[in-house]
């Protein structure tokens, strides 16, 4: 063994020879550390539960959509309103910052399918390569519609998880050569199962998506659009990014000030808000509270390891005599103040995740046990242990062996 | 084996400037029993420090085996400390919560090597007589018993010098005794020993007395040899 690892282990016996001191020393960065693990397990879940609305009920997405506020009261029809056209799409996607994809959406409803002796009337919608991503719309089999197929205006089609049942029971629609509307179109992919929106919405398993290139120009015959949608990663950005929409809009169409819009833009409701914002000022304070229980926990082991070095002097003076370096005596206490700070890691990570998965069943939190937790966890006390070992370690490396082993009876 | 030539050392109180050490000049050959005698506050705990490496002297020389460790930095010194020198203290200085075998094997941490350690460590025990005490604690044993481990300790390392800093002074008439008769037996065995003590009778069981007072030699006279086992040939041993 080498010099470090016999006094590594010298300190590692006197450490467990004085079990008492060694818990109290380790407790306070223990409570740190679990506070800690605690808050970044809770605020894992918590973003992850957040995500997931915002993928759920797309709170990262505006939707333009044609008409005027007239629109809110018939939701059900296919308007055919002749304001949107794609290249308002295509002057979002240049003019406005801070957006994501951008799609166009063309909708008709009474659209005959016909696979073999088996048929369904659905409704298409007509978009760019960008949308699935848009609406968060993963494929079950297959894969989604390519710029080609968009450039080639391809006869190529997805399906709804509705649709594909009905046309093919025995599943396996990838490749199919299916009839829309009497033309051919090879089935490309099929979407997963949405299951029907809890608002009443409409069946969103019940549909089949087509390049818009396809529908405009094949299919449907006309340039306009029913929906622009336009992806928005900062969701603090949504509201201004809508105003510029709208004022864009506005111009191309050639509104004037004091008339109606001829469109609505439409933003997300603030689910997110709800979701997001009471955690985290309680995240904030609860990693604040964090870190000052490892602050104070560094100084009571710094604290403690002063008084004892005080009372060990003798100790440290005879380890002096018997042949140890200043250097040798400084390292003993790092490791010491690291050894048990480490300690307090261990019962402080196991007491946090503890703590988080607990108030996860109770339903109070939603919390994610990753290694995020474990590693800061323990990364925050071996960086508590060493940055208060160093003072006393530096002060029981200058410690008189001389003075100290004098202790003679006057 | 250690010859020391107008060493000097002042400590600073305060403003007042006190020299302890005002010129110690001294010899002890390999081998050699001595002791080194002299009253309360005559500079004689500064002169140990000095001979066993833990503080420096302001100006002179102090060699061990030829080498001059006046002005060595404490890698140096303390690595000379743990070859070459075993100290034996008045307080024992033992680790409370260690046995008397892990107290023994203390000084391994710090040597070139620890092979052997406990084997070694046991052979101590043996030649202080305490090889059925090795599990106990401190707490457990005697004064004696403790000075004997303290000796085991220092010999672990089979160092040629020993250190002994009054070391009776804790014990009883009996049990210095028995450490007396232990350091004579090192003596014997080829070890040099330097005994510091203010004790005029402690001081006889040595083969030479060197009288040390207000920080100067003042005597080098040949023990009495009044102890029980002053060897008649220690003296002249080379």
Known sequence: MSRSQRIAGDVLTSLLSNKQRTFLMMLGVAAGVAVLTAVIAIGQGTRERVMELVQVHNLDMIMVRAGGEVQVFAPQADRGLAALVEPDARAIEEAIPDIGKVSVVQAQRGINLVYGDRSAITRVFGVDPGWAEIRYRPLAQGEFLTEADWASMSRVAILGDKVAKTLFPDGDAVDKVIRVENDPYTVKGVFEEIGQAANGEEDQDDRLVIPFTTSARRLLNRPYVEQIVVNVPDLERIPQVAELIRGLLRVRHAINAGEGDDFFVREPDDVVDAAMQTPATLFALMAAVSVVALIAGGLVIMNLMLISIAQRSREIGLRRAIGARASDISRQFLLESLFVALAGGVVGVAVGLGAAMGLDEAGLVVSRITWLPIAIGFLACMGVGIAFGVQPARKAAHIDPATTLRGRAA | ?238
């Open chain 2, 1 to 238: 084996m250690i010859e020391a030539l107008n060493l000097t050392k002042s400590y600073r109180r305060g403003t007042m400037m006190t020299d302890v050490l005002k010129g110690v000049s001294f010899r002890v050959r390999k081998g050699e029993f001595v002791a080194i005698m002299g009253p309360s506050g005559s500079g004689k705990s500064t002169l140990l420090n000095v001979l066993g490496l833990l503080d420096q002297p302001d100006s002179g020389s102090y060699l061990i085996d030829g080498i001059d460790y006046a002005r060595t930095d404490d890698e140096t010194r303390s690595a000379a400390r743990s070859r070459m020198i075993g100290f034996v203290f008045q307080q024992f200085h033992l680790l409370d919560r260690a046995s008397a075998l892990r107290n023994v094997t203390l000084p391994l941490l710090y040597s070139e090597t620890s092979r052997d350690g406990t084997a070694r460590a046991e052979r101590a025990l043996e030649a202080v007589g305490l090889t059925h005490r090795k599990n106990y604690l401190p707490s457990e044993l005697s004064g004696g018993e403790q000075q004997r481990v303290a000796i085991a300790r220092a010999l672990i390392n089979d160092p040629p010098l020993i250190l002994a800093d009054e070391a009776t002074g804790n014990l009883d008439a009996a049990s210095g005794a028995e450490i007396l008769q232990i350091l004579r037996t090192l003596v014997d065995g080829g070890r040099t020993v330097v005994l510091i003590t203010h004790d005029k009778e402690v001081a006889n069981h040595a083969d030479r007395v060197l009288s040390f007072s207000d920080g100067r030699m003042t005597g080098n006279e040949i023990g009495l040899r009044g102890g029980r086992d002053a060897g008649e040939g220690a003296a002249a041993r080379p």
